[in-house]
């Protein structure tokens, strides 16, 4: 099982463009979730998603940013007309059903936004 | 609102003395706790859970209600403990899959 992964580990995207951030968790696990983590600060929730639904998107920005995790493929995480604020890591963690269940993470996609 | 704080941006100690990350936390409830790890260039990894109760890789970390607090200990630090460590606090109710974590410690062990 290779862990969850993440694509790619490091974009770069000029203001105004789109950033779309993929990943595909660890084989049977149906429950996705996106952190962001801002230079200096601890990873803050966005988002929960399970198949073909959004469960919980309260850590998301109103703007710009959606997610989904279709019922074939992995999950995307996708940011339009980036700023320079969204310039952060953001990880993906995985787990096999959701609440009390220990959430794997992937290593991260380093956006930088020039 | 739910708070984890780690007061210690940097620690650095020398290999064989014993350390501790302080992490101390705010929750209403009654919440779940976890130190994860980062190891340079790797991926973030949980370390221990507090219900749990167990050791791993040498280290504790003992949940205390009254101070809010479940530093992170280990009695020798070896040089592969040099790493990230991030605690991590998981409420319960309708939302006990959201973790909410420090701003981390960077811990340097020198030989």
């Known amino acids: 099982n290779a862990g969850v992964m993440q694509n790619p580990r490091h974009l770069v995207r000029r203001r105004g463009q789109e950033a779309r951030l993929r990943c595909s968790p660890m084989k049977g696990h149906s429950h996705v979730y996106w952190y962001r983590q801002l230079p200096e600060e601890g990873l803050k929730f966005m988002v929960y998603?399970?198949?073909?639904?959004?469960?919980?998107e309260s850590g998301m920005p109103k703007e710009r940013f959606s997610a989904e995790f279709p019922k074939e493929g992995p999950s995307i995480l996708r940011i339009q007309q980036v700023v320079r604020g969204d310039s952060a890591a953001y990880f993906c963690?995985?787990?096999?059903?959701?609440?009390?269940?220990?959430?794997?993470f992937g290593q991260g996609t380093r956006l930088t936004v020039v | 609102a739910q708070r984890v704080t780690q007061p210690e941006k940097l620690l650095s100690v020398f290999k064989g003395a014993p350390v501790e990350l302080k992490c101390n936390y705010s929750y209403s409830g009654s919440p779940e706790l976890f130190w994860y790890v980062q190891y340079s260039r790797q991926r973030l990894q949980l370390l221990l859970r507090h219900i749990s109760r167990e050791s791993i890789k040498g280290f504790t970390a003992d949940l205390n209600k009254g101070e809010t607090s479940f530093h992170l200990k280990k009695p020798f630090a070896q040089e592969e403990d040099s790493a990230m460590y991030y605690c991590a606090l998981r409420g319960g109710g309708g939302s006990n899959y959201k973790l909410t974590f420090g701003k981390g410690t960077l811990l340097t062990v020198n030989p």
């Open positions: 998603l399970q198949k073909e639904n959004i469960i919980d």
């Open positions: 963690a995985s787990s096999p059903q959701g609440n009390e269940d220990e959430a794997f």
